[in-house]
Nanobody
Framework: QVKLEESGGGLVQAGGSLRLSCTAS????????MAWYRRVPGNLREMVARISEGGTTTYADSVKGRFTISRDNAKNTVYLQMDSLKPEDTGVFSC???????????WGQGTQVTVSS
């Protein structure tokens, strides 16, 4: 079983920065596709950023140029550096892992990010 633990959320003023971290325990991290999602109204999740096992990154249009996803396989950790934050970035950010070997999916509990205007 894979467990994902997020950290780094908080309250920041518009224009500020935060860095989220997600550390995985269990499984083979190097075989995970990792992503960050944000919960939106309607209790849905939208993909913010994704990084493949090989390091290829994908971003939602709304965060391109402001957010950077990266991974450190030696630390079993994925990061989301968020710069130039806007009030509309506010939400619960959850870490997601897709195990390429088992095709199982895993979610973290989520961390709150609040951007004040």
């Amino acid at each position: 079983q894979v467990k994902l633990e997020e950290s780094g959320g908080g309250l920041v003023q518009a224009g500020g920065s935060l860095r989220l971290s997600c550390t995985a325990s269990g499984g083979t991290f190097g075989l995970f596709i990792m992503a960050w999602y944000r919960r939106v109204p309607g209790n849905l999740r939208e993909m913010v950023a994704r990084i493949s096992e090989g390091g290829t990154t994908t971003y939602a249009d709304s965060v391109k140029g402001r957010f950077t996803i990266s991974r450190d396989n030696a630390k079993n950790t994925v990061y989301l550096q968020m710069d130039s934050l806007k009030p509309e970035d506010t939400g619960v950010f959850s870490c997601y892992a897709f195990d390429l070997r088992s095709t199982d999916e895993f979610w973290g509990q989520g961390t709150q990010v609040t951007v004040s205007s």
